[in-house]
């Protein structure tokens, strides 16, 4: 039985999605913070567990004949470590074989620009420890990610300007991530294991701007930037300080290569090539392509 927890986000949708293909209903759980998001859940029929990361006694009812859970890395920045040790800890009490962890795939943990990283290597560290059978996901920079970094289709009209240098990113949509993850987790195997899933390329945000400028018909410029004068246009749009570090975090450790490392695991678990940067594009934007094509 797999407990896949943040069951109402956008990467366990993935995961639970391909689940269902492959196993029957009845080996599948979904932990739920918030009931009134799940009736798709609900609908498709399966065995919701409420609860959060937050409540113990949550995490111990949920976890009750689970063979394997599959804990979502949580949102709350400053928190989320003890969180993921609540799951972790109960894992351990209620006898559950295998710990999955969404992770993040980086290339020199000790010299990263964004603090918010630090959280995900803290929970390997106390996953291993626990000493059960663990499989870390170490999760490319979702692609999915690229209408917040230039600020939607807003961008298309003011260009691309980030302190991210001629940085590359082995960027990954986060629908087939969770779908790798969903295959590697049905893989029957006592060994514990640590995946890398990323594109098979890697791009920087010049060639973000050189695709959009292809799929739009409009030319649209990449200028990189520094910190400092980034940090100030920012303010001037009015955005919150804190917003912009954490922007400007992501943007300089994509400018010192801490994002642009490859690996074959998601193309092997996915069984074919990842969809590449360009149709990538095309599908996370198909709603403004297809408006601005009438
Ligand atoms: N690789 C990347 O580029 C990247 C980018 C962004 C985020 N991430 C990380 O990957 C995770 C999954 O991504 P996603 O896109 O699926 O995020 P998401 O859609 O925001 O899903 C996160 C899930 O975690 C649940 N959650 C958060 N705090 C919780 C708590 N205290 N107790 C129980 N459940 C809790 C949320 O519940 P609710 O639905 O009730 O809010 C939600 O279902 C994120 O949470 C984040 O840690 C990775």
Known sequence: MI????????????????????????????????????????????????????????LDRAL???????????????????????????????GVKRIAYTSRNLRNPATLANTLMHEHFETEEAIKAS????????NALYMDA????????????????????DGNVAFALRSEQGEAMANALVQMSNESQIYALTGSET???ADVAQYLSELTGQAIAYT???????????????LDEQVIQRIIGFMTDIKLGQEDQVSA??????????????????????????ANEH
């Open 3 to 58: 407990l896949v927890t943040g069951a109402t986000g956008q990467i366990a949708t993935a995961v639970i999605t391909t689940l269902l293909r492959q196993l029957p209903i009845s080996q599948i759980a979904a932990f739920v913070r918030n009931p009134a998001k799940a009736s798709q859940l609900q609908a498709q029929g399966l065995d919701l567990r409420i609860g959060s990361y937050d409540d113990l006694d949550s």
């Open 64 to 94: 009750q004949g689970i063979d394997t859970v599959l804990l979502i890395s949580g949102t709350e920045e400053g928190k989320r470590v003890q969180q993921h040790q609540n799951v972790i800890d109960a894992a351990k009490k209620a």
């Open 131 to 138: 000493g059960m059978a663990y499989t870390i996901f170490r």
């Open 146 to 165: 690229i209408p917040q970094f230039i600020g939607g289709a807003r961008g298309f009209e003011r260009g691309i300007t980030l302190p991210a240098g």
């Open 203 to 205: 791009w920087s945000f």
């Open 224 to 238: 990189p930037i520094e910190g400092s004068a980034f940090a100030a246009n920012l303010k001037q749009r009015g």
């Open 265 to 290: 695991s998601l193309e092997t678990l996915l069984g074919r090539k990842p969809v590449d940067l360009k149709a990538g594009l095309s599908i996370i934007f198909a709603e403004t392509l297809q």
